[in-house]
């Protein structure tokens, strides 16, 4: 079955799915996304992820460009379409087609777009060894908090990453304090076994993925903090891991050139990962 894309009230092969050259998206980065993970065949956090589009197009003052139970449906018939178990929804919405001209038009229609992607499960040996992260500081606007396709800093430092040989970079406030991730939250674990995550201010995007796992987290009993840590702290943490969408939980080994703790995925990272992957698969079965 070939990929099929969602463009403005039309099923489209994904080769033939294309919005216009005026488009702000396309022009001003005048939009806002979100990707909603696909486990087993089933949303996962569905009302979550429409909670931070709404508000994201909110902040932006851009209309919702149909009602949320019609966005439920056309997700849905995505994923059916494409027959997609396990990967992820990405949709995209803009203010839409208008001459370019810097403010808004007075009157345009949102765009909307949405596509699938499929995703392997993370090999083994990636959990049990981590990932590493590089630090790099955070050249970003004020308003991180926004669902933006602004995206360019965090290309160019995911890029950095690349080069580096490593998954992700972690980005660093003026004060030396981790921010988050070019596409995830960042997280460490203390000498008393609490897990710390960046308090969600302008300066990130609150993940669902991080608000998810705080909820286990506290379900399971363990203790946590939300608040800034410093590239230092991280460094010398017992543990440290980043979350998102797509990486679920995923242990941090190293960063920069140092190991975190053993160098080995720690064991609260690993019982985390485990718990939140239930609680995925919970949501499948209707929990
Ligand atoms: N921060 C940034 C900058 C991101 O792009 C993402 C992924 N979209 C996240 C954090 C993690 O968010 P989520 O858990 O909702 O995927």
């Known amino acids: 079955m070939p990929r099929q894309a969602y463009v403005n009230g039309r099923y489209l092969p994904h080769g033939q799915a294309t919005v216009h050259i005026e488009d702000r998206g396309f022009q001003f980065a005048d939009g806002i996304y979100e990707v909603v993970p696909v486990r087993q065949g089933t949303l996962i956090d569905e009302e979550p992820h429409l909670d931070r589009l709404e508000r994201s197009l909110g902040e932006l003052r851009i209309a919702m460009p149909m009602r949320r139970r019609a966005i439920k449906l056309i997700l849905r018939e995505l994923i059916r379409r494409n027959d997609l178990h396990d990967g992820f929804v990405y949709m995209q919405v803009t203010r839409g087609v208008a001459p370019r001209d810097h403010k808004f038009p007075a009157h345009s229609t949102p765009t909307l777009v949405m ?71 960042a997280w460490i674990v203390t000498g008393d076994n609490k897990a710390v995550t960046r308090d969600a201010t ?70 985390l990962r485990k718990h939140y992957m239930d609680y995925m698969t919970e949501q499948g079965a209707g929990g």
């Open 202 to 271: 302008h300066a990130i995007l609150n993940g669902i993925t991080r608000l998810s796992l705080l909820k286990v987290i506290e379900a399971e009993g363990y203790s946590f903090e939300e608040r800034p840590f410093t590239v230092a702290e991280a460094k010398t943490a017992r543990e440290a891991f980043l979350t998102s969408s797509s990486s679920f939980v995923m242990p941090v080994t190293r960063i920069d050139d140092a190991p975190v703790g053993d160098g080995r995925s720690g064991k609260l990272t690993a019982a």
């Open 115 to 185: 596509t699938t992607r499929r995703m392997k499960p993370h090999r083994e040996a990636v959990l049990r060894d981590g990932v590493s992260v590089i630090t790099a500081p955070d050249i970003r606007w004020g308003r991180c908090d926004i669902k933006s396709v602004a995206l360019l800093p965090n290309v160019l430092v995911k890029q950095a990453a690349a080069e580096a040989g490593a998954y992700e970079a972690w980005q660093v406030d003026d004060e030396g304090r981790v921010t988050e991730g070019s596409s995830s939250n």
